[in-house]
């Protein structure tokens, strides 16, 4: 059974950055698309970045490109999150997504993930 645990997150000044990590178990092989979303109340969930763990191009939204950093940590299992030059716009809810891919074809849709963490609440204030 995949669970994802989301930590990190909090409150920071505009220009500031923090760093979220998603810890996943449950994981058989590296045949898992991980990603990263974002929801703000009343809109739909919004991609941020998404990562095949079998290797391949990591996807960001373009409005996270050239300030978020995803990464995998050495157990391949853990994604983190670099999220740098925050502005009050990125404040909201963080939530990390999982579902299994034998292709380096991981969605964009937040429909596509089965496996979902418990979210972690980022504030940026200006």
């Known amino acids: 059974q995949v669970q994802l645990v989301e930590s990190g997150g909090g409150s920071v000044q505009a220009g500031g950055s923090l760093s979220l990590s998603c810890a996943a178990s449950?994981?058989?092989?590296?045949?898992?698309?991980m990603a990263w979303f974002r929801q703000t109340q009343g809109k739909e969930r919004e991609g941020v970045a998404a990562v095949w763990l079998g290797g391949g191009r990591i996807h960001y939204s373009d409005s996270v490109k050239g300030r978020f950093t995803v990464s995998q940590g050495n157990g391949k299992n853990t994604l983190s999150l670099q999220m740098n030059s925050l502005k009050s716009e990125d404040t909201t809810m963080y939530y990390c997504?999982?579902?299994?891919?034998?292709?380096?074809?991981?969605?964009?849709?937040?429909?596509?993930?089965?496996?979902w963490g418990q979210g972690v609440q980022v504030t940026v204030s200006s």
């Open positions: 449950g994981f058989t092989d590296s045949s898992y698309c």
């Open positions: 997504a999982a579902d299994r891919s034998y292709h380096n074809d991981c969605g964009k849709s937040w429909t596509w993930y089965n496996y």
